[in-house]
C-alpha cells in the first residue's frame, strides 16, 4: 500500500534555530515529491518539488532533501522565524502507469512546527 | 492569495440541514479537486473533476455531492451529514488533472461543524 510517513508528529523551536522534518514513503515507483506550508487556517502552499533524479531543491531557507534508494526526504529550515510556524506536509505523486488515468497524490499527515520566540 | 477563494469560511449545521460550499479559482485550470482534512490525519480526496467532467470518486458517501458547472466553479452540496463529518474541506485547482508536475492551489478551505 501506497503510504507516506511524517516525523516527527510536532515539534517546538525557539526563533532562530534550524530544524530538519522528516519523510519517509513507500510509493513505487513515484513521479515527484512535494513538501507543502499550510498555515492556520489557510490552505496548503507548495514550497519545493522533485524528481526522483533530483537530490535537493532549496527555496530560500527551506532546502528539501531526496533519497530515492531509501526513500526518504527532508525539509531543512535554517534561522526559523515565528512565521515558519505552519503545518508541514510531505505529497508524494505516484508515477502514472497508463496514459489518461488519474494518479491521485499520496499525502503525509504533516509535522506540526511551532517556532517561539 | 493562491487565485482559490471559497465560501463559506466556517459553517455550522445540523445533521438535518442542507448546505452547499462553493469554490472558484481564477487561474484558468482545466481541473479541480474537493479534499478532506481531518486533525492529525493526511488530507482525503474526495472528487476531481477535469474539463467539467469527474473523473475520480473516492468512495464518498452520497451525503456529499458534487457539482460542477464550468471550469471556474465548483460546489460541495452537503445534506443529512454526521458528526464525524466536521472537518476543514479544502478545494484545490491544477492546469489538468494528468499532469505529473502540475502543481494544485489549494483554496483556504471551509471549516465544517456539524452538531
Known amino acids: 500500500k501506497n503510504q507516506v510517513e511524517q516525523s516527527p508528529q510536532s515539534l517546538i523551536i525557539l526563533e532562530g534555530k534550524n530544524c530538519t522534518l522528516q519523510c519517509n514513503y513507500t510509493v513505487s515507483p513515484f513521479s515527484n515529491l512535494r513538501w507543502y506550508k499550510q498555515d ?3 490552505g496548503p502552499v507548495s514550497l519545493t518539488i522533485m524528481t526522483f533524479s533530483e537530490n535537493t531543491k532549496s527555496n530560500g531557507r527551506y532546502t528539501a532533501t531526496l533519497d530515492a534508494d531509501t526513500k526518504q526526504s527532508s525539509l531543512h529550515i535554517t534561522a526559523s522565524q515565528l512565521s515558519d510556524s505552519a503545518s508541514y506536509i510531505c505529497v508524494v505523486r505516484p508515477m502514472l502507469m497508463f496514459s489518461g488515468g488519474y494518479n491521485k497524490l499520496i499525502f503525509g499527515a504533516g509535522t506540526r512546527l511551532a517556532v517561539h520566540p | 492569495e493562491t487565485g482559490v477563494t471559497q465560501t463559506p469560511r466556517h ?5 438535518t440541514n442542507k448546505k452547499s460550499l462553493k469554490c472558484e479559482q481564477h487561474l484558468g485550470h482545466n ?4 479534499y478532506k482534512q481531518s486533525a492529525k ?10 474539463l467539467e467532467e469527474r473523473v475520480e470518486n473516492n468512495s464518498v458517501p452520497s451525503r456529499f455531492s458534487p457539482e460542477c458547472p464550468n471550469s471556474s466553479h465548483l460546489f460541495l452540496h452537503l445534506h443529512t451529514l454526521q458528526p464525524e463529518d466536521s472537518a476543514l474541506y479544502l478545494c484545490a485547482s491544477s492546469q489538468d488533472a494528468t499532469g505529473t508536475t502540475y502543481e494544485q ?6 471549516r465544517l461543524t456539524v452538531t
Open chain 1, 40 to 42: 492556520t487556517g489557510r
Open chain 2, 31 to 34: 481541473a479541480m479537486y474537493w
Open chain 2, 41 to 50: 490525519k493526511p488530507l482525503e480526496l474526495m472528487f476531481v473533476y477535469s
Open chain 2, 105 to 110: 492551489y489549494f483554496g483556504p478551505g471551509t
Open chain 2, 11 to 15: 459553517l455550522v449545521m445540523g445533521m
